[in-house]
């Protein structure tokens, strides 16, 4: 009778066995080879179940069943362990074979105490009036255990066999209803994160010695122990003064007296801690924090840590679309500065990723980078005032041109605003990258009391602390990182030591080998993962310091499963933590530490890592297909990094586009010229030309607007040369134009006419009526310049005729605007400010407030030429205003230098003085050379009046020096006039005859008009 009715129960278990179990133990395997291995082994026994179910009618029996072992079932699943048979009145489940963890034991003593407590809830089983509460016993052991499919060939069954098992059963039989007894070695595996009891001797069926067994009673800490291990920190030691410092910087700034401070040190030196730190100040709550990080593969891609700080200000998730995005935008900028909205384009460019073509590029104003810098500023400054700002910047090491320019730039204006900005450095602070006006921390080491006090904290094992402090101490040599490396090298050595001999750690640490650089212990610690870990945690490393799973696991091509089976090896190694990003869809990983990424990095063989760069590259072009143009730059790089030329030139060329859309010269001149080097490895085919035309045409661009003319020069000509070869006549004009705008920029008006003209005639054949009107405007200015003011005249009137037809507004207000200075220089003062109202109200038209805030300029020349002080100023005080508004510091220093101009006029020498001082200052921020060489020319000129000889001499050479070398003819060669002019004043012949021949010879050989009758007559009186 009872027999039958236990077979009857075990029918009715065998739902409850989880299919993943039994499917994994049959899956493909045929059959699993015998082995030693070692397991913990559970016996959990639940009292009288049997009995009670036989007082009970089936349907009750089952639903008792399913309501107490379904948990236990699911519970033993949950942490990956393996129900092996159903006894009478339970079961035994076994956690380490055949799938092992590094934390059986610890996932079987969970197990188990989640079953005691599950029983507990659903155990009370009513039985007419009476409850009859069920109770478990259960009993765990730990050790070697023979496992494998046992039986005969017709009816195999994988168990496991052996004194452990027996063992384990036996605990089970002991413990009292309620309880979980364990064994010794399971009590030495779990210790330190279970509450056990002391233990016990007991006589045990079939030992001859008394065995110690403990009682489990609770875990130590409520959370599970990767939870636990996720953020926690070692405790922080020392850096009480850097601390100090910092928190003062904070208290400052949130008194409005914006502060900027530099961390420098050595990798893991605790710059990213102290910063930490600083976060968790009562005081730092009441700040809005933003960060930003700069990363080694992301040296040249524009604004990368900015775009992280943006994408936070503006709400920004992962899968917004452009129309989202510009929404949110929008609606931000209005909630914090309206006067910034006509920046939103640049935001949403930045951060939807936008792509404009160099034409496109050409018509605007090259200061746009400027106006964009200053609107990101602004945005920043205004945000502050809602709440106070700290902006963390990490890793500036490897910062790109763009953001750096960033920095600087708001490191002068910072003082004004509740703003605390932290910058994180590696190396030694003298580098290029150093901001001037930070404020310096450098990290050094910890002192020696301060390391020990670390070691005590980490090192729980008495005796290994006392073993190996001193080694410790001495060979990390102060740096945290290093000392936490050393120990997590000593916790793998601790736990292969528990397994053989517990406890004995003598031996073992007293001859402990430690090697000299934290990189080297790393690498020993990376060496002892398993082959399979380690290939993963290579394989991640390509990807970054920043693995997104899906990515990884179309690159490895393993099982969804195994492969987060392996990052949680890698997660409790410590090697990679799990963290959730802004910027991407969901939680991903990250290296722990930079130096775990760099040092796998590192450790690739260079054909595996390009054959992994190119694997990378081609699984995001699949999984990024819709939004292609977000992962540009990772493409780059990537391909870069590869074997295929064809796709790095493909991405790259792309970046460089990108980075141009974002007036991110210096970045975009980087990737162009990463491309240029690809293509100029191999002769081009004749179908790669074309694209070989627009790279070096771009590139040449972003050189002529960071200041590299000559090198712009020479590769317009590469350009040339490739569409000639092909007769591709669209990018030849397009060559052309560029070359005509190159050599106006520097003043050479007979060559841009020259190329204007050369491409004109092609630009006719391909009828693009837009660039003609363009080229127009081009020779327009050009012969004005060159003092041909009529035939310039007549250019300009065809380029407007065009622009009228085809309503090219942005082409036409320029247009305008210079035949605003064709009247200007015909001293037509009234119909140029005319010509420059007319093309203002075009400008309010396309909204573009920086041709706006030219033309004021313009307009308040004008009247001082006309003598009409008080109008002039005005303008040129309005085009301040606005430039200011909007954040083009560029205009503003312009501005600055014609009231200057005004003012010196009118001999107020208080405010000449003024605005000297202010245009160079900003200058000198943007690091505009032209812009300071025209402070040094109005220096001069003021040193001049005031009959300060010398030193007006000093300041016109300066001026020169700068104007000879950029190309600036015009400048040059006015310049040398008005020093020749000083020459002449004072009656020093010599002098003056030879300024004043240079002038003309310069001016003359650009076709300047403007001074050549003083000259000359100045010239006739001196040989007189
Ligand atoms: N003063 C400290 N006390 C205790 N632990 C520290 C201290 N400073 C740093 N650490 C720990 O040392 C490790 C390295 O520190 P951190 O990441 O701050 O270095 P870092 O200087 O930013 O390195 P990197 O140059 O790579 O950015 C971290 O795990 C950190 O928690
Ligand atoms: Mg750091």
């Known amino acids: 009778m009872k027999e039958k009715k236990q077979n009857n129960i075990l029918e009715l278990f065998k739902p409850y066995v989880p299919k993943a179990v039994t499917a994994r133990i049959l899956e493909g395997k045929g059959s699993l080879p015998s082995e030693r291995s070692e397991a913990t082994i559970i016996f959990i026994d639940i009292r009288g179940f049997t009995k009670l179910a036989d007082q009970l009618d089936p349907e009750k029996a089952t639903e008792i069943i399913s309501n107490v072992f379904e948990p236990i079932v699911g519970i033993i699943d949950k942490y990956d362990g393996c129900i092996n048979k159903f006894l009478g009145d339970g079961l035994m489940a076994i956690f380490g074979t055949p799938f092992s963890h590094e934390d059986d034991p610890e996932r079987a003593a969970r197990a188990s105490l989640e079953i005691m407590k599950s029983i507990e809830e659903n155990g009370k089983i009513k039985i007419g009036s009476k409850v009859k509460e069920l109770k478990a016993r259960i009993g765990i052991n730990t050790g070697l255990c023979i496992s494998g499919e046992i039986g005969s060939d017709s009816r195999k069954e994988f168990t496991v066999i052996g004194d452990t098992v027996n063992l384990s059963s036996r605990l089970q039989a002991n413990a009292i209803p309620g309880k979980i007894l364990i064994g010794e070695k399971t009590f030495h595996r779990i210790k330190d994160n279970f509450i056990i009891s002391y233990p016990r001797k007991l006589k045990i069926k079939g030992k001859k010695d008394l065995v110690s067994v403990y009682t489990l009673k609770g875990e130590k800490k409520k959370i599970s122990f990767l939870e636990q291990k996720k953020n926690s920190h070692s405790p922080f030691m020392g850096r009480q003064k850097e601390l100090l410092v910092l928190k003062e910087a904070l208290k400052k700034s949130y008194q409005s007296k914006g502060q900027l401070i530099e961390i420098s040190g050595e990798l893991g030196i605790g710059k990213s801690r102290l910063i930490l730190e600083l976060t968790k100040e009562s005081l730092a709550k009441e700040f809005n924090i933003l960060s930003g990080n700069c990363s080694s593969w992301e040296e040249s891609k524009p604004y990368a840590p900015l775009k992280e700080i943006f994408t936070k200000i503006f709400g920004i998730k992962f899968d917004d679309n452009l129309k989202e995005i510009e929404k949110k935008i929008d609606n931000k900028i209005e909630e914090i500065d309206s006067s910034l909205l006509f920046a939103s384009s640049y935001f949403s460019g930045l951060l939807s990723s936008k792509i404009k073509s160099l034409e496109e590029i050409i018509e605007q104003s090259k200061k746009e980078s400027n106006l964009f810098i200053g609107a990101m500023k602004k945005l920043l400054f205004s945000f502050s005032f809602k709440k106070p700002l700290i902006i963390i910047i990490e890793d500036v090491q490897w910062i790109d041109d763009a953001s750096m320019e960033f920095l600087i730039q708001c490191s002068k204006e910072l003082k004004e605003y509740p703003i605390l900005s932290i910058c994180s450095f590696r190396g030694s602070i003298n580098k290029k990258e150093s901001i001037i006006e930070a404020k310096k921390i450098k990290l050094a080491p910890l002192k020696n009391a301060e390391t020990d006090k670390l070691i005590r904290f980490l090192i729980k094992e008495n005796d290994i602390y006392k073993f190996t402090r001193e080694k410790i101490n001495t060979t990390a040599n102060g740096n945290p990182l290093f000392i936490e490396e050393i120990i997590k090298g000593i916790e793998v050595k601790k736990l292969s030591a528990d397994k053989d001999k517990p406890g004995n750690y003598e031996e073992i640490f007293n001859n402990f080998q430690i090697p000299d650089t934290v990189q080297s212990i790393a690498r020993a610690r990376i060496d002892l993962l398993p082959a399979g870990l380690k290939v993963i945690l290579y394989q991640a490393s390509v990807l970054g310091r920043y693995i997104e799973i899906e990515l990884l696991q179309k690159i490895t091509n393993l099982e969804v499963k195994i492969l987060a089976e392996m990052m949680k090896k890698l997660q409790k190694h410590e090697f990679i933590e799990e963290t959730e990003g802004m910027l991407q869809p969901q939680k991903y990983f990250a290296f722990t530490h930079s130096l775990i990424q760099e040092i796998a990095y590192n450790s690739l063989l260079f054909k595996t890592r390009k054959n992994l760069h190119n694997k990378t590259g081609s699984v995001m072009e699949e999984m990024y297909l819709s939004k292609i143009d977000e992962k540009i730059e990772e493409l780059a790089y990537h391909f870069k990094n590869s074997d295929d030329n064809k796709k790095a030139i493909f991405y790259l060329n792309k970046a460089g586009d990108k980075a141009q859309s974002l007036y991110a010269f ?359």
Not at 706 to 722: M, T, V
Not at 815 to 844: F, P, Q, T
Request: glycine share 6%.
């Open 666 to 1024: 210096s970045n975009a001149v980087n990737y162009f010229q990463s491309c240029t080097d690809i293509l100029e490895t191999s002769e081009p085919e004749n179908e790669q030309l074309t694209q070989f035309s627009e790279i070096y045409n771009k590139l040449a661009y972003s050189q002529s607007i960071i200041g590299e003319r000559k090198e712009a020069e020479i590769n317009l000509n590469k350009a040339l040369k490739c569409c000639k070869k092909i007769g591709d006549k669209d990018n030849e004009s397009l060559v052309l134009m560029s070359m005509g705008n190159l050599y106006g920029d520097m003043g050479q008006w007979d060559k841009a006419i020259e190329y204007f003209k050369n491409c004109l005639s092609i630009t006719d054949r391909i009828s693009n009526l837009k660039r003609k009107a363009s080229i127009l405007k081009g020779i327009g200015l050009a012969c004005l310049f060159k003092g041909d003011t009529s035939t310039g005249y007549s250019y300009l009137k065809e380029s407007i005729n065009i622009c009228k037809e085809i309503k090219a507004l942005d082409v036409y207000a320029m247009a305008l605007n210079n035949v605003g200075i064709y009247y200007d220089m015909l001293g037509r003062w009234e119909n140029a400010i005319e010509a420059y109202k007319e093309s203002i109200s075009i400008a309010k038209k396309i909204k573009n407030i920086i041709v706006i805030s030219n033309i004021m300029n313009n307009i308040g020349f004008a009247y001082s030429s006309l003598g009409e002080s008080k109008q002039a100023i005005y303008y040129l005080k309005k085009s301040v205003k606005i430039a200011d508004k909007i954040g083009d510091i560029y205009n503003k220093g312009i501005n600055y230098i014609h009231l200057g101009e005004e003012y010196l006029k009118k001999d107020e020498f208080k405010e000449v003085k003024y605005y000297i001082f202010h245009a160079e200052k900003i200058f000198d921020e943007l690091n505009d050379k032209l812009g300071l060489a025209d402070v040094y020319r109005l220096k001069a000129k003021l040193l001049k009046k005031l009959k300060r000889w010398k030193d007006s001499e000093i300041f016109f050479k300066k001026a020169i020096k700068i104007y000879s070398k950029f190309g600036d003819k015009i400048n040059e060669g006015e310049s040398y006039y008005e020093w020749g002019d000083m020459s002449f004043f004072k009656k020093d012949a010599d002098s003056a005859r030879k300024r004043l021949t240079k002038s003309k010879k310069i001016l003359g050989s650009i076709g300047a008009k403007k001074y050549l009758a003083e000259i000359e007559d100045k010239l006739d009186n001196l040989r007189k």
